[in-house]
């Protein structure tokens, strides 16, 4: 084995023992799910949200009080999660880690969890095709093997087609479950199969990021090197004007990203390679959608 799936398996073991933590502060009893969602008891009351489903408004209530209400509902006790990870060529790309291990990361942490709510839990791998799906079940066998998958697969794609995975789930997966995407979402066509998995699944994304792709450092010339088709480019870092259409091209590619997981009513959850990655964790258990506001 290499020293760095050594590392990771280590670091899978302290992130075992953390979520540990992070889940029992999260719930008032063994029974109690982290996530909320379309199970049989209602749990209460919050304020409608953009990307919740409409059909959950309680419409009395809400001409009570005098503001859009919907309903939560606590999930079923044997919940489903389907864990979609895109381990692409983009990425690779990493300051102090590289968004693939922070991934990877927030996939075991979010694995442990569902497995201590006695949830059920699979995985689908994506690059620019489906490499991998390990249909959900119960059980410690099941966290073993998912864990196993995390640290051993060595993908052998580097492009980026989230719309494969998500087309794939709606085929492979008839019954509604909780669908959590892990990516950069760094490819331009994902949008309306993602819109189309919302329909059936109910769905969240974390975005991954890495807060040196913001801006370019004046190092004079370079050569970029595009990490999914190889494609190299030559620039010079030392002009301002470059540096600035290159910070303007980053925010145009995040507000095209925002708005295209908004347009799909998708919930987003950012995480950074520069942050612990329990930080992002704590905000994704006390969202709105997943733990009543």
Known sequence: MSDAGADLIGQIRRIELKTAALADGSCAGPNRSLLRGSGMALANLREYLPGDDARAIDWKASARLDRLVVREYEEERNQTYYLVLDRSGSAAFGSSISKDRRILEVAASLIFAAHRQNGRVGLCIVTDSVERFIPARPGRSQVIRLVQALVSHRPSGTGTDLSAAFRFL??????????????DFEDPGFARDLAHLRRRHETTAIRVTDPAEDSLPDVGPVILEDPETGEQVLVDTSDPAF???????????????????RSCRVPEVRVSTEEPYDLPLRRLYAHPRYRGG
């Open 170 to 183: 709606c085929t492979r997966v008839r019954r509604r479950c909780s669908v959590i995407v892990l990516s």
């Open 243 to 261: 540096r600035r259409a290159y910070a303007d091209a980053v925010v145009v590619e995040d507000r095209r990203i925002g708005g295209s997981l």
